[in-house]
């Protein structure tokens, strides 16, 4: 064995005691996986599952805001809601991470009524969970400036807020509420966000996810 070998499976060693030691009392080992990579200094590989808020903002700029310690893939496809993703889950397992972020919501308030998003969102985040230890971090998307959509994306947002309590999520309808006074959204488009909006919601993600504990 060589020093390098050496130096990695020492850091590999002392990872694995440490997360022993802090997950015993709890027997709780559903961190491991992905809390190796900072342990090891190694990247920290970030898939972000959203529609044309994501896409077309190239993922809120997260890969600028957060640095080279993480790695951020964006499969986010324009015009696609829960449901439709629920269709294509190959793409989504095809594309390991340490952390999940789930940016859906605006779509789906269009699309079909509030009454079925709870069974296609629960049925999205149960598979999530399923496929690998990934830490999942749920969005409470913008309201947008159109009247009816931002009624029904609230009642989304807040059974998100009801039923997923211990997850971690990124309030961007109660960040948009606290930075009204801002121009949001341009004059012709109601529903993506001005570089105005798409950088708040892009350091928010950025502060959030720099204190997570994964």
């Known amino acids: 064995m060589n020093l390098y070998q050496f130096h990695y499976y020492f850091k590999i060693t002392i990872a694995l005691i440490f997360l022993l030691t802090n997950c015993y009392t709890s027997k709780d080992t559903s961190d491991l996986p992905s809390i190796l990579p900072l342990l090891m200094n190694q990247n920290i590989d970030l898939l972000m599952i959203g529609d044309s ?16 310690s993480y790695k951020v ?15 294509d889950k190959q793409k989504i397992q095809a594309n390991k991470a340490n952390i999940v972020i789930v940016n859906l919501g605006t779509n789906d308030a269009s699309y079909y009524s509030t009454n079925e998003y709870p069974k296609y969102y629960s049925e999205l985040i149960e598979y999530l969970r399923s496929i690998y230890s990934w830490k999942i971090v749920l969005t409470l998307v913008p309201p947008t400036n159109d009247p009816i ?21 990124v ?3 109660d960040l948009f509420e606290k930075n009204k006074s ?4 341009p004059a012709i488009d109601n529903i993506h966000p001005n570089p105005i909006g798409y950088d708040i919601i892009g350091s928010e993600y950025s502060r959030i996810l720099s204190g997570l504990r994964i």
Do not use: H, M
């Open 53 to 68: 808020l994501s896409e077309r903002s190239n993922a809120f700029d997260l890969q600028q805001k957060l640095g080279n």
């Open 149 to 169: 959509l931002k009624e029904r994306i609230q009642i989304n947002n807040l059974w998100i807020q009801t039923n997923y309590p211990n997850e971690t999520r």
């Open 73 to 87: 893939n964006d499969i986010s496809v324009s015009g696609r809601d829960v449901r439709i993703w629920l269709t």
């Open 182 to 185: 801002l121009p949001l959204y």
């Open 171 to 173: 309030d961007l309808e």
